[in-house]
């Protein structure tokens, strides 16, 4: 970890990340998704290497079916909530679905989103051409971009569903051409997000910046997860690729149904004594 020169403070840097490939450091790099200022500032206590203000959020936080939903404006709120609980944290915060279709758009949001949130980045999928262009321009206007490929959650609809990607050769060429394109248009790490095990060991070995994966295997040089995945805040079903190390939606439902049980009769203990 590096001190910023200008606030003193030690965080993980672009040129720092850029370095951290698996092979060199022999350590992975370690995400996790945050959306709150609480959570944040747990997470700011820990080795974590950097945090994600996933779209995500969509799904776990405001219920919604799909990320397609989540506005920008979502996202500077729970981006800036995230910031200001973690602050000697990397954070990167997704440009949401429809934020980033043509270049004039997409640095008029990404200007907003990265003033409003103070994030260190900002993550885009896919690696369409106009995609690539965008990423060149706003890395080159200082905003830095990390990529995603492989299953891009925002294009759900045009990729036909959630499945994992690379199983066959023609995916398999495509995955790790858009994984270079992405390296050369300026991003300082890419997520390999459900992909094969070999593609995704291909991208890891071919590319010089390092790539994150989730659920792409063991040999991506780091790994991000949903936190409420890892730690099991809710009471649906969870990515096979997600070992939780605990279970808060039961933890929690048992203590707070205990609470509640045991208040009540209180309660009724005090009302009988006002009333008596
Ligand atoms: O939105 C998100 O949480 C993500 C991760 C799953 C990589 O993009």
């Given at each position: 970890m590096e001190r910023n020169w200008f606030t003193g403070m030690k965080k993980l840097t672009t040129r720092k990340i850029r370095k951290s490939k698996l092979s060199a450091?022999?350590?992975?790099?370690?995400?996790?998704?945050?959306?709150?200022?609480?959570?944040?500032?747990m997470l700011n206590e820990t080795e974590l290497d950097m945090i994600l203000v996933g779209d995500s959020?969509?799904?776990?936080?405001?219920?919604?079916d799909?990320?397609?939903?989540?506005?920008?404006?979502?996202?500077?709120?729970?981006?800036?909530?995230?910031?200001?609980?973690?602050?000697?944290?990397f954070v990167i915060v997704d440009m949401p679905f429809g934020s980033y279709t043509t270049f004039d758009k997409a640095l008029e949001n990404a200007t907003k989103l990265f003033q409003e949130t103070q994030a260190e980045a900002l993550k885009l999928e896919g690696a369409y051409p106009h995609q690539l262009d965008i990423i060149k321009r706003l890395t080159q206007s200082g905003i830095p971009v990390m990529g995603h490929i492989g299953l891009t959650p925002q294009?759900?609809?045009?990729?036909?569903?959630?499945?994992?990607?690379?199983?066959?050769d023609s995916d398999k060429?495509?995955?790790?051409?858009?994984?270079?394109l992405l390296e050369e248009a300026g991003c300082f790490s890419i997520v390999l997000e459900c992909v094969t095990d070999e593609i995704a060991t291909i991208i890891t070995r071919e590319l010089s910046i390092p790539t994150i994966g989730i659920g792409a295997g063991k040999n991506t040089d780091g790994?991000?997860?949903?936190?409420?995945?890892?730690?099991?805040?809710?009471?649906?079903?969870?990515?096979?690729?997600?070992?939780?190390?605990?279970?808060?939606?039961?933890?929690?439902?048992?203590?707070?149904?205990?609470?509640?049980?045991?208040?009540?009769?209180?309660?009724?203990?005090?009302d009988a004594d006002l009333h008596h």
């Open positions: 450091t022999g350590k992975s790099l370690q995400v996790l998704t945050c959306y709150d200022y609480q959570t944040a500032q959020l969509g799904n776990v936080v405001l219920g919604y799909t990320t397609v939903q989540v506005s920008l404006t979502e996202m500077s709120i729970f981006g800036a909530a995230v910031r200001r609980g973690a602050p000697n944290k294009s759900v609809h045009e990729q036909g569903g959630y499945y994992t990607h690379g199983k066959d060429a495509r995955l790790l051409a858009e994984a270079k790994q991000v997860l949903v936190i409420n995945d890892l730690l099991k805040m809710g009471p649906g079903k969870y990515p096979n690729f997600c070992k939780p190390i605990a279970n808060f939606y039961e933890q929690k439902l048992k203590l707070i149904s205990e609470y509640i049980l045991k208040s009540k009769k209180a309660d009724n203990s005090d």
